[in-house]
Each structure stands twice: as structure tokens, then as C-alpha cells.
């Protein structure tokens, strides 16, 4: 099946630094690709779409000037936290859609904001 | 909006037990898709089913869709612990490939 990579896995950070998470599909385009965050054992939340070349879609409640995405290429999109909190912990993962509406997931980075 | 109910929330059983995990829409749905989350990974994707009345059958898992494309089931004949994981069902949300995602069913399997 198709691959999804994203990097880093893991990153603690102090709190007002801002982090950068990269999304890749490996051996496939992605024009879109969708932003989730997972709180521990709970379902995952879309936070935002990424379109290749356009403006990324947020869902509701989710700030955008906080939650930075680029979608500059057909393989790459990047989430930037913006000032991190450690209210913004939390599991990221990205996906993309393939052929039939299959989501292909990254690997998901941990993010703990001290 | 859009949205499905997942049942149960949580689910433990002995090794060779059976499991079933639901999931309900008020809306008629175009197409359901199953994932499998393992502790400490990602989704995976199993199965998407897109038919009214439709059962599909993986290895141990039986996939079924509704005659009336309202609800979905995941079926796990005879557990092994190797099934451990949060079971999530996901429809799309027009036709932009943005899935909307039940809250997933977390099984846990004694030996």
C-alpha cells in the first residue's frame, strides 16, 4: 500500500517555541492531505485539510494563525504550532486520500510542550 | 452536521470470544470505511463498504453495511490477542474525501 511518512516522530519543546511537523506521501501525489489530533484513547479530530497550492481548510474551532499549514508541494504538507502550550500536547497525525477515498496515516508525532 | 454514533465505547473479552462494534447514522450514507488503530500507532485502513446489504469478509473479520446504508457492523470471530486495538468507523463528508469519524471501540483481549 501506499506510504505516508511524518517527521519527527517525537519532539518536547519548552513553551512559546513554535514546532514544525512534516507530512509525506512516499510514492504517491497528494493534493490534499487532512491534519488529525488524538487526544489519549480518544477518536481522532480533524483540525484541517491541506490543499496543494491553496489555502488549508480548519474546521471549526481550530485558530488558524495557531495552527499553521503548507501544502507547497504534491508530496509535502507541514503543521507549524505556533507559540506552543502545554495545553497544545498532544498526538498529530497526518493522512492522505488515495484511489477509492482510502486514508493512507503517517506514523503521527508526539508532541509535549514542557 | 454529519455525524455517527460508535458502539460500544469499550470492549474486553477472553481469547476465542467473538466482537462486534457498531455504528449508526440518522443520514443514508454513501460509503463506510473501517479502520483498525493499534496501541501506540496510527490508523489502518481495513475495508470500505459502499453497497447496500453488503458483507465483506476479511480472515477472522466480517464487515456487513445495512439495507438501508444507515449502519455498519465489524464482527471478530474468535479473538486472538493479536486483534487488540481501537476500531474506528469513518464516512465521508461530501465530496471533498473528509472522513467523519465514530468515536472507535477499544478492544481489549485477556489470553
Known amino acids: 500500500g501506499a506510504v505516508v511518512s511524518q517527521h519527527p516522530s517525537r519532539v518536547i519543546c519548552k513553551s512559546g517555541t513554535s514546532v514544525k511537523i512534516e507530512c509525506r506521501s512516499l510514492?504517491?501525489?497528494?493534493?490534499?492531505m487532512f491534519w488529525y489530533r488524538q487526544f489519549p484513547k480518544k477518536s481522532l479530530m480533524l483540525m484541517a485539510t491541506?490543499?496543494?497550492?491553496?489555502?488549508?481548510?480548519?474546521e471549526q474551532g481550530v485558530e488558524k494563525d495557531k495552527f499553521l499549514i503548507n501544502h507547497a508541494s504534491l508530496t509535502l504538507s507541514t503543521l507549524t504550532v505556533t507559540s506552543a502550550h502545554p495545553e497544545d500536547s498532544s498526538f498529530y497525525i497526518c493522512s492522505a486520500p488515495l484511489g477509492n477515498n482510502e486514508q493512507f496515516f503517517g506514523p503521527g508525532t508526539r508532541l509535549t510542550v514542557l | 452536521g454529519q455525524q455517527v454514533m460508535q458502539i460500544p465505547q469499550y470492549q474486553h473479552v477472553q481469547e476465542g470470544e467473538d466482537f462486534t462494534t457498531y455504528c449508526n447514522s440518522s443520514?443514508?450514507?454513501?460509503?463506510i470505511q473501517w479502520y483498525k488503530q493499534r496501541p501506540g500507532g496510527h490508523p489502518v485502513f481495513l475495508i470500505q463498504l459502499v453497497k447496500s446489504g453488503e458483507v465483506k469478509k476479511q480472515k477472522r473479520l466480517t464487515f456487513q453495511f445495512g439495507e438501508a446504508k444507515k449502519n455498519s457492523s465489524l464482527h471478530i470471530t474468535a479473538t486472538q490477542t493479536t486483534d487488540v486495538g481501537t476500531y474506528f468507523c469513518a464516512v465521508n463528508a461530501g465530496n471533498n474525501r473528509k472522513l467523519i469519524w465514530g468515536l472507535g471501540t477499544s478492544l481489549a483481549v485477556n489470553p
Open positions: 443520514t443514508t450514507l454513501s460509503n
Open positions: 491541506s490543499n496543494e497550492g491553496s489555502k488549508a481548510t480548519y
Open positions: 510514492d504517491f501525489q497528494a493534493t490534499t
